[in-house]
């Protein structure tokens, strides 16, 4: 394996994730001190602004994955929303039914992410085509079948968007959780390094012994999984699912956006989850600082065009190749 | 005999698959079988074909332009706003949509060129800031009308005309739009080096070819086709924040359908037309057939994945 593709180690992979978060954080402070709203910065008002990650950090954690072996995901947002709609069409509020509705999300994540990962890996479909057409077809058969599917979580499901343990958000944990196991996996397993000497260069792996689609295939299915998760997350905030969820949160084009702002390259090979949840973080306080500032929402979309595009230049800039 | 066989498969598939649909097409409805029937097909397929075209560009160098959908709102917004249903004011809002349209593809193009910025990222950040425009520039809510000669290019019919009977003015700027687009990609050496540039940009380099300017124009070619989309839709359609939604999708499916290899290198016109077609026609007959409108998407879907897949298969890097 190349020496690109395996992280370094110690404390210098953190560097920019690190830089990123307190930079963030620092305007937000400063935003908040400025427009005299202190309560932004007390412990409800710090636990609001990470609340505001998770929806968008689990989906970005699997979307981490599928970078960094060199392939993306564009289908996570039309999965978040069928999440989301099946989920609370199985619950449809009856507490005996959270598993089978927890249960029937997670399948249908697997499953789309085995179709995506056997059409990038075996058919050798580009996999901006393959992905986006499975979510072309999640967003119609959707859209199609919506009014027999309508239905709603029981307020007891309903704890995982609001439940808090010892004063923290049960959501910030189940967030942290998959960053932990995402971050682990990758850095501490022989299965995450071979991941990124995958995504490093592919006909080197294979000639390595490392059975490269399988790889591919996994990072698939962990991506779609992620992005049931969130759904189930978002089913559970809003008490119900809706056919247009994911798009309108534009899950599919930000969850790329912070992982890229996070340092991954989407060429694959290079990166990492810290940097994915430092782009998360940014993005959560963008929102949170607009907010503050009272900043009219359009001119806030054409801002925050501006910021992705002008976060992810400041990276490639100084590249000599030429990108697509 | 072996020599008309070979040809014969040097034909792009899509032509065929296009023919087949739309005698489908005239098979389910008695409307389609007249010329002025097939003539007002082309008509409203005349958005997509274009901005397949235009599309094309970009993708053929290497590219992605996913800023071309919003940029139709914005255009039909600003046309809106700047005549206020003034049909004095027609020229002076189309010359301002082509100067918007010019801005957003050297925008895009600086971005992707010079910065350096995987343009699917790029014009993701230039989709979001346009439509905020759009959204801006209306205050949120676009309303008003387009002036009857500006709709004129969109919807107007000429009748009486010799053989055909009836014969739609967007027609005659889809035949305009292909042959521009299609002198530009096949009869100059800008288009042939474009390929070259899309294949290999390092070797394009290196031979010479000037890589930056060159995919910037790329960025600008696919504007202009948006513009030129825009104003057919906005003479359709009238004004709304959605009726660009989703077109940047739809050309990307045109184009690949059509054979134009995703990361560049390969593709032709002649393609990107036939994709343009064959997706129109497809919704057609969809529609024909009595399918639910919102399953169009996922048969979009379907198709866009399975025409990748065939690509891959005919021994094509797709």
């Known amino acids: 394996m190349s020496g690109a593709a395996i992280p370094r180690g110690g404390l210098a992979k953190f560097r920019l994730p690190l830089a990123l978060v307190i930079c963030a954080a620092v ?5 908040a001190l400025g427009t005299a709203q202190g ?5 409800s008002g710090v636990m609001g602004l990470l609340q505001r990650m998770v929806a968008l950090g689990i989906v970005a954690v699997g979307q981490t994955l599928v970078l960094l072996v060199g392939s ?7 999965l978040i929303s069928v999440s989301a709609v099946i989920a609370s069409h199985v619950m449809n509020g009856n507490t005996d039914a959270i598993a089978l509705g927890v249960l029937a999300a997670i399948a249908i994540g697997i499953l789309v992410g085995a179709v995506n990962g056997v059409l990038v890996a075996k058919l050798k479909v580009s996999p901006l085509i393959a992905t986006l057409g499975v979510g072309l077809v999640l967003q119609g058969v959707l859209t199609t079948s919506y009014e027999t599917l309508a239905g709603s979580v029981p307020a007891s499901f309903r704890v995982l968007a609001y439940g808090r343990v010892a004063g923290l958000p049960l959501a910030i944990l189940l967030l942290i959780v998959v960053v932990a196991l995402a971050g682990f996996v990758l850095a501490r397993t022989a299965a995450g390094y071979r991941l990124y000497g995958v995504g490093g260069n592919v006909q080197t792996a294979r000639l390595a012994g490392i059975r490269t689609d399988r790889f591919i295939i996994g990072a698939h299915i962990a991506a779609s999984v992620t992005a049931a998760i969130s759904g189930l997350y978002l089913a559970s905030w809003l008490g119900a699912g809706t056919p247009w969820v994911g798009r309108d949160g534009g899950y599919d084009l930000d969850s790329i956006a912070v992982v890229v702002i996070g340092g991954t390259l989407l060429s694959g090979g290079r990166g990492g989850v810290a940097g994915t949840i430092a782009g998360v973080f940014v993005f959560a306080t963008i929102d949170a600082v607009f907010n503050m500032l009272q900043i009219d929402p359009f001119l806030g979309q054409v801002l925050r065009g501006v910021i992705v595009v002008g976060a992810v230049a400041s990276y490639t800039i100084r590249t000599k190749a030429h990108v697509a | 005999m072996t020599r008309g066989l070979a040809s014969l498969r040097r034909i792009n598939p899509t032509i065929l698959v296009f023919v087949v649909l739309l005698a489908a097409i005239c098979w389910m409805s008695p409307l389609y079988r007249t010329p002025a029937g097939l003539l007002s097909l082309l008509q409203r397929a005349a958005p997509v074909v274009i901005l397949s075209c235009g599309q094309s560009f ?14 139709i709102t914005l255009v039909v917004v600003a046309c809106a706003l700047i005549t206020g249903g003034d049909a004095g004011w027609t020229w002076v809002a189309l010359l301002a949509s082509y100067g918007i349209g010019a801005a957003v593809g050297v925008v895009n193009g600086v971005i992707v060129a010079r910065g350096k910025v995987p343009s699917i990222i790029a014009t993701l950040g230039t989709l979001l800031s346009v439509k905020g425009i759009a959204m801006m520039w209306s205050g949120g809510a676009p309303g008003g009308y387009l002036p009857a000669n500006l709709r004129f290019f969109g919807r107007y019919v000429w009748r009486h005309v010799p053989l055909v009977g ?3 003015v967007a027609v005659v700027v889809l035949i305009i739009s292909i042959a521009i687009m299609a002198w530009l990609m096949h009869g100059t050496n800008f288009g042939r080096l474009l390929l070259m540039i899309g294949d290999n940009p390092r070797a394009a380099e290196l031979a010479g070819a000037p890589v930056r300017r060159f995919r910037m124009l790329t960025f600008v070619i696919s504007a202009l086709a948006s513009v030129t989309a825009g104003i057919l839709l906005g003479g359709f359609s009238g004004v709304s924040v959605d009726v660009g939604t989703g077109y940047e999708l739809q050309a990307i499916s045109a184009a690949v359908i059509g054979g134009v290899v995703l990361l560049g290198g390969q593709g032709s016109m002649l393609g990107a037309v036939f ?44």
């Open chain 1, 72 to 78: 993306i995901d564009l289908s996570v947002a039309n």
């Open chain 2, 166 to 168: 009836r014969f739609p």
């Open chain 1, 39 to 43: 309560e932004q910065l007390s412990w």
């Open chain 1, 27 to 31: 305007v937000y402070a400063a935003t």
């Open chain 2, 275 to 318: 994709g343009g077609l064959t997706l129109y026609a497809l919704f057609t007959l969809l529609n024909l057939v009595g399918f639910p409108e919102p399953m169009r998407v996922a048969v979009q879907g379907i198709i866009l994945i399975a025409a990748a897949a065939l690509s891959a298969r005919r021994g094509r890097r797709i």
């Open chain 2, 58 to 71: 970009v993708l053929i160098a290497g590219g992605f332009d996913l800023a071309s959908g919003s940029l």
